[in-house]
């Protein structure tokens, strides 16, 4: 086993790992930003996104070197296969987090709809999501990655929840529907990061198991 | 310090050098010698007729058919025995087993016994005891002896230099032990078998003593008509020359002319050994 | 072990054990040979892999000291060939094997293949040369000798001679073909050459293929089965052995981890 092939398998799950505490905190400080109404915070949220890109072809490149170099096999080939795969997740969080902050951007510009309670509630599993789901990959865990999947439906029930608290004051008062429909949209933001979150798990799930899980229905799923 | 190296390299160099000169030089001193003294008597009479007038002139006929006669039949009976012997301890025999050490050692031994060791044997068991006499057949006998080790050792060296990777491939694809044997060792092995034979065949050309004994004479009046008929040979005939005759003035010459027929018959026989296998070789390059 | 029909295997090693003398070489191996399939064994120098292998073509009985015990079960028949009834010379007939070293026998091209037909008492040359033909081209090796058969077989080169091996070994029909690490005394394109070549001829023989290289494993067979110390430690399809294999050791030694 050459000790530089392990060096850079290595450097590859620390980069990983990078990515991911970027889109973490990426995801916290755009909640943040539009709880606390800081369109400062959202406009340096944005403003990262780039090097979040960047680190994504970076890992791209250096796995696609490390298959034609190393001819890995086996658990070292699922490690770099998944890193791909974790990395587009990641970079797709990245992206929504930005999402998030460009609709608090504008929502800032208006007076508050109602105190934030559900929102930040979805955020923070989406966000515990991810978080484990890496911590499952560097320690190969794959029991705490099945159980990033069971959360999945907490998140989309809360989006439900939202959606249907924001319906009824848009019915209520169609003056809130402009601020109220970007909510929504929030919302659903935060239920596609935890999707990804739920992929990366999976993912996990193959890496140390050796099975492709992913697209299969998770117990108690609706 | 590299001048000092390259001076005894080239010190080195030199000395191998001088040695091989010294070597051909002695080579070609003895045939000269050789030659001055024998060439005079060579001619085409003096190696097809009889001796006359008690061996001061003629031919040494005679002695060329004896030696023939002696090396063919000594061949003949030592070859196929050494063959069977050195197949069996090669290819059959268990190499580590105590008979197998035990003949072993048997045939290192033999090689170096002095050739009158085996002509005393061959006249107390050939002679005397089962009754041949002095004669070819005798002769043939005691010679035969004496070359068996040199052909085991030679036959086995040949059968041992196939690489054991024939073999295998041999089995592989089905063959039976004779089948490789005969159809991979054997082809193989050809080359440098019958480079033994000759080499026997030149060294049993020039043996004096086996055949002191138990086949030769000085003198006989007709040439051998039967394997009980005693010979005479070339060896003996150079000896007999050198010792017994009465009129040396002629009979020196003959003695050198003689000398010059057995050695150049070696050294014809030699090469025809050498340029035999180099062909075979070559096709049998591995 | 064997969930499979008789019908897809051609032989299947039950509780094999193998001494050198007093050594234990081999230990209660047991494994499925699938019919016109290609299987690998890989594993560590000294894990017995080609101890194993010349137990299939018995050639362990050409030296002494040494014992066969189990059974190795040959299909459709089910006769266990290692039996000491059965006589070995008449396995090595319908089980041939190429070696390591390429090793041609000091003859003509043609007379190198037409060996193994010669000792089975075939003489007609009509039947020899068709016979000839046939290997050869067999053995993608007919283009480039057609035209020099009576040639010595040591004027080709180190990957045509190893062609001439295979097309020896074809010749006589044989109902297993065993390679030996066909291709470790080989340069890069001669060993592609002889890949290629074994899985084209899997279409109609039955191949297990002895190898350290890893990767040619990969490349070549259908089943691999790693084997350590004298023992199978895993046996599968190779896709499944090379991306997941379920033995911690088996996922060791193919990452490179030892040996």
Known sequence: ?222 | MVKARAIKEMLLFNMLRLAVIIIMLSFFIVLYFLAIHGLKVLSIPFLIEMPRSGMTEGGIMPAILGTFYLTLGSIIIAFPMALFTAIYMTEYAETRSKIMQTVRIAVNTLVGVPSVVYGLFGFAIFVKVFGFGVSILAGSFTMAVMLLPILIRATQEALLAVPNSFREASFAVGASKWQTIKRVVLSSSAPGILTGIILSISRAAGETATIMFTAVTFFTLSLPDSIFSEVMALPYHIYGLMTEGAFPEKQVPIAYGTTLVLVLLVLSLSLTAIILRINLRRKRKW | ?259
């Open chain 3, 1 to 259: 072990m064997s969930e499979k029909g008789l019908k897809e295997l051609k032989s299947e090693v039950k509780n094999l054990n193998f001494y050198y003398g007093d050594v234990h070489a081999l230990k209660n191996i047991s494994l499925p040979i699938e019919r016109r399939k290609v299987t690998a064994l890989i594993g560590p120098s000294g894990c017995g892999k080609t101890t194993f292998l010349r137990c299939v073509n018995r050639m362990h009985d050409l030296y002494s000291h040494n014992r066969y015990e189990g059974e190795i079960i040959l299909y459709p028949e089910g006769i266990n060939i290692i039996s000491s009834s059965i006589d070995p010379i008449e396995i090595r007939m319908q089980i041939s094997m190429v070696f390591q070293k390429p090793n041609p026998f000091p003859k003509s091209i043609y007379e190198n293949v037409a060996y193994g037909l010669r000792v089975r008492g075939i003489k007609k040359s009509q039947i020899l040369a068709e016979k000839v033909e046939k290997s050869l081209r067999g053995a993608a090796l007919w283009d480039e000798v057609k035209d020099r058969l009576n040639n010595s077989a040591f004027d080709l080169s180190g990957g045509q001679q190893q062609r001439l091996c295979i097309a020896r070994a074809l010749a006589t029909n044989p109902r297993i073909l065993l390679f030996d690490e066909p291709t470790s005394a080989l340069d890069p394109t001669a060993t592609s050459k002889i890949e290629e070549l074994i899985i084209q001829l899997k279409d109609e023989v039955t191949i297990i293929i002895v190898t350290h290289n890893m990767q040619q494993a990969a490349r070549v067979s259908d089943y691999t089965a790693f084997m350590y110390l004298g023992e199978i430690v895993e046996h599968d399809k190779t896709d499944k052995i090379f991306t997941a294999p379920s033995n911690k050791l088996t996922e060791e030694y193919i990452t490179g981890r030892f040996g």
């Open chain 1, 1 to 222: 086993m050459s000790t530089v092939f392990e060096r850079e398998l290595e450097d590859l799950k620390g980069k990983v790992l990078k990515l991911g505490s970027m889109v973490e905190k990426a995801i916290s400080d755009s909640i943040k930003s539009l709880v606390e109404r800081n369109s400062k915070l959202a406009a340096d949220v944005i403003d990262k996104d780039p090097q979040v890109n960047a680190i994504d072809v970076e890992i791209d490149e250096e796995c696609i070197r490390l298959i034609a170099l190393r001819q890995p096999c086996a658990g070292d080939l699922r490690l770099i296969t998944t890193a791909m795969k974790i990395t587009t997740d990641l970079e797709r969080i990245g992206d929504l987090s930005v999402d998030i902050c460009e609709r608090a951007l504008e929502l800032n510009e208006e007076p508050p709809l109602k105190p934030y309670i559900d929102i930040p509630r979805m955020a923070e599993i989406a966000q515990g999501m991810v978080r484990n789901a890496l911590d499952a990959f560097v320690k190969r865990d794959s029991a705490l990655a099945r159980d990033v999947l069971t959360r999945d439906d907490m998140v989309d029930n809360l989006n439900l929840q939202v959606f249907n608290e924001l319906l009824f004051f848009m019915i209520q008062d169609p003056r809130t529907v402009s601020r109220a429909v970007k909510i929504t949209y929030i919302s659903k933001y935060i239920e596609r990061i935890a999707d990804h979150a739920t992929n990366v798990a999976e993912m996990v799930v193959y890496l140390v198991e050796g099975k492709m899980i992913r697209h299969m229905a998770v117990p108690g799923a609706n």
